[in-house]
């Protein structure tokens, strides 16, 4: 059995950034509130739990007094910070930049729509931490979207601004980008360049990984995607990978793996989302060669 993981896999710089700030403070503190998970893996929660990150939600900190919390890298809306400065709290913001320079342009573009009556539209998850960071920006007033019941929200009347959130599919944001020009056109009459904006704002470190996980998926027999159940990002990436290749399984840990689905002459691959560590995509495949009694290590 060949066993490879997928060098383009693992964290993105955001999620890998916001831990390294957690356990360089955690050296020092070994204590640290956590607004949420760190990341969308229970595996790698619970590393991190184990070291003295105390995940909390919106709800404890209006609880907590002087004392550090640290932001993960979804970003936060402004309501948060507010908090922080009543109540004393020091906060470790390892907000991706990525995120935050999409807050910045979801703000500036509110203020624009408020003063033509116009509407923003946000493709991504409702509830989803980045999503409420964005609406937060908008004073809740941000329209979101991820199916195409969910446009009956919008008023195709007045002006749309559409954003993604910065994980979405590109596909999916190009494909509600037509749905909506389409829903302006039968509502007006015609599209002009007033009525719609739409400013495809999904991460590229996260988008490339779309054929580059085509490529590596049809070159192997059987693919193990791993990742935590709660990512979006996951799902979605997983789905690429069973759609060129319907050997592709997805699995949070190397417990989830049923020796049926490999053979010996099986070359495996491995990958990930951008939520999940290189030592649990390491793990998985210490656990294959293990199941082998002739391995192969390619990578």
Same mark, same amino acid.
């Given at each position: 059995?060949?066993?490879?993981?997928?060098?383009?896999?693992?964290?993105?710089?955001?999620?890998?950034?916001?831990?390294?700030?957690?356990?360089?403070?955690?050296?020092?503190?070994?204590?640290?509130? /956590?607004?949420?998970?760190?990341?969308?893996?229970?595996?790698?929660?619970?590393?991190?739990?184990?070291?003295?990150?105390?995940?909390?939600?919106?709800?404890?900190?209006? /609880?907590? $007094?002087? /004392?550090?919390?640290?932001? $993960?890298?979804?970003?936060?809306?402004?309501?948060?910070?507010?908090?922080?400065?009543?109540?004393?709290?020091?906060?470790?913001?390892?907000?991706?930049?990525?995120?935050?320079?999409?807050?910045?342009?979801?703000?500036?573009?509110?203020?624009?729509?408020?003063?033509?009556?116009?509407?923003?539209?946000?493709?991504?998850?409702?509830?989803?931490?980045?999503?409420?960071?964005?609406?937060?920006?908008?004073?809740?007033?941000?329209?979101?979207?991820?199916?195409?019941?969910?446009?009956?929200?919008?008023?195709?009347? $007045?002006?749309?601004?559409?954003?993604?959130?910065?994980?979405?599919?590109?596909?999916?944001?190009?494909?509600?980008?037509?749905?909506?020009?389409?829903?302006? $056109?039968?509502?007006?009459?015609?599209?002009?360049?007033?009525?719609?904006?739409?400013?495809?704002?999904?991460?590229?470190?996260?988008?490339?990984?779309?054929?580059?996980?085509?490529?590596?998926?049809?070159?192997?027999?059987?693919?193990?995607?791993?990742?935590?159940?709660?990512?979006?990002?996951?799902?979605?990436?997983?789905?690429? /990978?069973?759609?060129?290749?319907?050997?592709?399984?997805?699995?949070?840990?190397?417990?989830?793996?049923?020796?049926?689905?490999?053979? *010996?002459?099986?070359?495996?691959?491995?990958?990930?989302?951008?939520?999940?560590?290189?030592?649990?995509?390491?793990?998985?495949?210490?656990?294959?060669?293990?199941?082998?009694?002739? *391995?192969?290590?390619?990578?």
């Amino acid at each position: 059995m060949e066993v490879t993981i997928d060098k383009n896999s693992g964290y993105c710089f955001g999620v890998e950034y916001a831990i390294k700030m957690a356990e360089d403070e955690m050296a020092d503190n070994q204590k640290l509130y /956590c607004l949420g998970d760190i990341v969308h893996n229970d595996m790698e929660v619970r590393r991190l739990s184990d070291k003295g990150l105390v995940v909390i939600d919106r709800e404890d900190l209006q /609880c907590l $007094r002087d /004392c550090k919390v640290l932001i $993960r890298a979804h970003g936060e809306p402004p309501e948060t910070y507010r908090t922080a400065i009543k109540n004393n709290i020091e906060l470790i913001d390892a907000s991706c930049p990525v995120v935050l320079k999409l807050q910045h342009r979801v703000k500036t573009a509110f203020d624009k729509m408020e003063k033509q009556e116009g509407q923003i539209v946000i493709y991504g998850k409702k509830g989803h931490a980045e999503v409420i960071g964005l609406t937060g920006q908008t004073l809740e007033k941000a329209i979101i979207v991820m199916e195409d019941k969910d446009l009956d929200q919008i008023d195709f009347s $007045r002006p749309v601004t559409l954003f993604s959130q910065t994980t979405k599919s590109t596909r999916g944001f190009y494909e509600l980008k037509e749905k909506i020009e389409e829903r302006i $056109r039968s509502e007006k009459g015609s599209l002009e360049e007033m009525d719609f904006n739409a400013n495809d704002s999904i991460c590229r470190q996260v988008s490339n990984r779309e054929p580059q996980l085509l490529k590596f998926s049809e070159e192997k027999d059987v693919i193990f995607f791993v990742s935590g159940k709660k990512s979006s990002n996951g799902k979605a990436l997983f789905q690429v /990978c069973k759609g060129v290749n319907p050997r592709s399984y997805f699995v949070e840990n190397e417990q989830d793996i049923n020796p049926d689905w490999v053979r *010996p002459e099986d070359s495996v691959g491995i990958c990930g989302a951008t939520s999940t560590p290189m030592w649990l995509m390491e793990q998985v495949k210490e656990y294959l060669l293990s199941m082998d009694e002739n *391995p192969i290590e390619a990578g």
